[in-house]
C-alpha cells in the first residue's frame, strides 16, 4: 500500500507543469539538455520534479539556496535515471549544497601504519549510511555548464548513490540479473588496467582517480561516459557497452557528442 501511495504520488509530480522559468534555468545551465530528444526532456524535467519535492535541500555555510540552485542540481541527477525504473536514489534523504569547496576534519595515512590528524578539502561528498549528499555550488554550475571535460560533481556523487541502491559499496548498482557476470568481468578487468596504469605513470583517458577502488572508479566512468561518450566507446568499447546496457542510453549517437552544445558556455 505505501509503495503503491508513493508511486501515485511520484506520478502526479511528474505530470505537473514543469515552470517556465525553472526550464529556463535548465537550459542556460545545463548543457546536457541540448542534447536530448523532446521526449528525453519532458522525463528528465519529471524527474527533476520528484526529486525537488522528495529530497530535503539545504543551503550551508551562509549559502542561500535558491531555485536556481536546485533546478540546476536536480535537473543533472534526473539524466542519470532516463529510461530506467527508478526509486530516486532511495538511500538519499537530504542535499546540502555550500557555496564553494569545504574543509573537513580528518585522518589521512602517511605511511608505515601511521595516520596524522589533517583537514581535507571537498567539492563532492555523499554517504552510504547517512543519507546526506554534501555538494560545492560554485563547482557544480562550472560542470554543469561545461559539458566535454569528463568532470561533474553531480555525475559523480549522484552515481554513488545509484551504488548505494543494493547497501553495498562495490562500484555495481542494481542490474539486470543477466547483466552481473559480463559487468564484474568487463569493469573488474578496466579497473584493474586503470590501477596499473597509474602505478606506472601512464596516461589514461579515465580520470586515474578511479583507480581508488571499484565505487570511484564507477563514478569516474559515469562521469566519463556521458560527458565524452565518442571518446569512451572508441577506446574502451565493452566499458562503454556494459555503462550503455545499464542506464539505457547511447550517449555517443547524441548530436556532436564530445563537443558543447551551441549554448553552453
Not at 556523487?157 to 562495490?170: G, I, M
Request: net charge negative; proline share 6%; with cysteine.
Amino acid at each position: 500500500m505505501i509503495d503503491l501511495f508513493k508511486s501515485s504520488r511520484r506520478e502526479r509530480l511528474r505530470a505537473l507543469p514543469f515552470p517556465g522559468e525553472w526550464e529556463r534555468i535548465v537550459e542556460r545551465n545545463v548543457s546536457a539538455y541540448a542534447h536530448l530528444s523532446a521526449e528525453d526532456r519532458r522525463e528528465l524535467l519529471g524527474h527533476a520534479q520528484v526529486l525537488l519535492a522528495e529530497k530535503h535541500w539545504e543551503g550551508c555555510a551562509g549559502l542561500e539556496l535558491t531555485d536556481e540552485i536546485r533546478v540546476t542540481i536536480a535537473a543533472q541527477a534526473s539524466i542519470l535515471l532516463l529510461h530506467r525504473d527508478t526509486d530516486y536514489y532511495p538511500r538519499l534523504t537530504s542535499i546540502l549544497v555550500y557555496p564553494s569547496a569545504y574543509v573537513v576534519p580528518g585522518e589521512r595515512p602517511v605511511g608505515g601504519g601511521i595516520w596524522e590528524e589533517g583537514e581535507e578539502v571537498y567539492l563532492g561528498h555523499t554517504s552510504s549510511h547517512l543519507g546526506a549528499l554534501v555538494i560545492a555550488w560554485d563547482d557544480v554550475i562550472r560542470g554543469a555548464r561545461t559539458f566535454n571535460d569528463a568532470e561533474n560533481v553531480v555525475f559523480h556523487e549522484f552515481a554513488h548513490q545509484l551504488d548505494f541502491e543494493d547497501r553495498s559499496v562495490d562500484g555495481t548498482p542494481l542490474l539486470e540479473s543477466r547483466q552481473y557476470a559480463s559487468w564484474a568481468r568487463v569493469l573488474g578487468a578496466e579497473y584493474e588496467a586503470l590501477q596499473r596504469a597509474a602505478d606506472d605513470a601512464t596516461p589514461t583517458l579515465i580520470d586515474q582517480y578511479g583507480a581508488t577502488n571499484p565505487a570511484e572508479f564507477f563514478a569516474v566512468v559515469t562521469e566519463l561516459f556521458f560527458e565524452r561518450p565518442a571518446a569512451l566507446r572508441a577506446r574502451h568499447p565493452a566499458l562503454y557497452a556494459e555503462l550503455e546496457a545499464f542506464y539505457k542510453q547511447d550517449p555517443a549517437s547524441w548530436p556532436n557528442a564530445d563537443r558543447e552544445p551551441p549554448h553552453a558556455r
